[in-house]
C-alpha cells in the first residue's frame, strides 16, 4: 500500500496505517541539513502522504507583479511594510464594483499537469487551495472595517463577498477542469475563528457564509472527491453546518483550542469527519523528542480509532522548530503504519 492510498482509506474511515501530512514545513532547509538530503527529498522521507497541486498567478511567474503578491493585489504572509487594503475608502457599492477584481483564469492552470505527473501515484493530490471567503474581505477592507460592515454596511459586505466568492467559485471550476481526473481531494480554505472561538456569531457566518461554502464544496462532490477544508482554530459552533454542506476533512484540529478534549471530538463528529492535524504546533519547538513522541503516541490511539485521522501539525511547522523533534513526530506515525 502506498502513502497515497493510506491517507485515501483514511480518508474514508477505514482501519488501517495512519497517514501523515503536512500543511507546511518552514524547516524544510532546516530539515534536508539534518538528513543529509537535498530539500524536495524531505516530505519523501518523513513519509508525507498528500501534497498540495496549486497554480500559481501568472502575473508573477512572468516578472510583472513582485513575488508574495495574490491577484487581488495584496501581499500574503503579511511580509511587505505599508500593507494596503484596496476596499479601504470604498463607501458605495460602485466604488466596489469598480475595483480591479482578478481573473480567476490567469493562473497557471497548464503546468499542473506535469507536476502530478512526477509524483506517479505515489502521494494524495489536492487542491486547489488558498482560496478564501471571509478572510479575502478581511484582507480587501482590513479586518476591523470587515467586521464593522458586516453588521453596519450589510449591503455593501454582500456585494464585496459575492465578488470575492465569483472569484473563488470559477477559480475551483477552471482547476478541476483542468486536472479534476488527477487530483484525489478538493481542497480550500478559509480563516474565521481564533481560539477562542468564532470572530463572529454562528447566525451571521450562517447568513453570509455557509451558502457560498455549500456551492464550492458542490464543485468537489460533482468530481466524487472528498472535501478538505482548512480552518483554525474553534469552528465546532458550527461544525454540524459544515457537515451538513459536505466537508469530509477537517483541517486544522487545534486540540488545545477546543472546548473539550479528543475524546469528545471524535465520539460526537469522528463518524462523519476525518481531522487533520492535533499536534500543538506552538508547543513542538518546547518539547524533548521523547515528549513529541508520546504525545503523538496518545494523540494517534485517540484519534485513528476506525480511521478518519490524518496526523500532522495542527499549522504550519516553523523554523524554530528543532529537526529532532521534527522527525520524532513522523517516526512515530511510521510506528502506527
Known sequence: MNLRQI???????????????????????EMAAYLGVREDRVYELLGICGRLIEPQWKPVLRGEKPRGMNAFGTFENDQHAGRENPLDGCETIEAIEALNWPDPYDFNFEMMRPMIDSYHGEVAMRG???RPLFFKIADLWGMEEALVNMLSEPELFEVAVER?????????ERYMETVGDSVDVFYCCDDFATQRGLMFSP??????????????????KKYNRPVWFHSCGDITPVLPDMIEIGMDV?????????PFGME????EYGRDLCFFGGISTQKLPFMTPNEVHEITARTIDVMAKDGGYICGGDHHIQKEVPPENVLALFETVREFQ
Open 7 to 29: 491517507e485515501l482509506d483514511a480518508i474514508a474511515h477505514k482501519n488501517g496505517p495512519v497517514p501523515a501530512d503536512a500543511i507546511v514545513l518552514e524547516n524544510t532547509s
Open 128 to 130: 486547489p487551495g488558498w
Open 164 to 172: 470575492v466568492f465569483e472569484f473563488s467559485y470559477r477559480h475551483a
Open 203 to 220: 447566525e451571521q457566518w450562517r447568513k453570509w457564509f455557509k451558502p457560498y461554502y455549500a456551492k464550492l464544496f458542490a464543485i468537489g
Open 250 to 258: 477537517w483541517e486544522t484540529v487545534q486540540l488545545h483550542a477546543l
Open 264 to 267: 469528545k471530538l471524535k465520539s
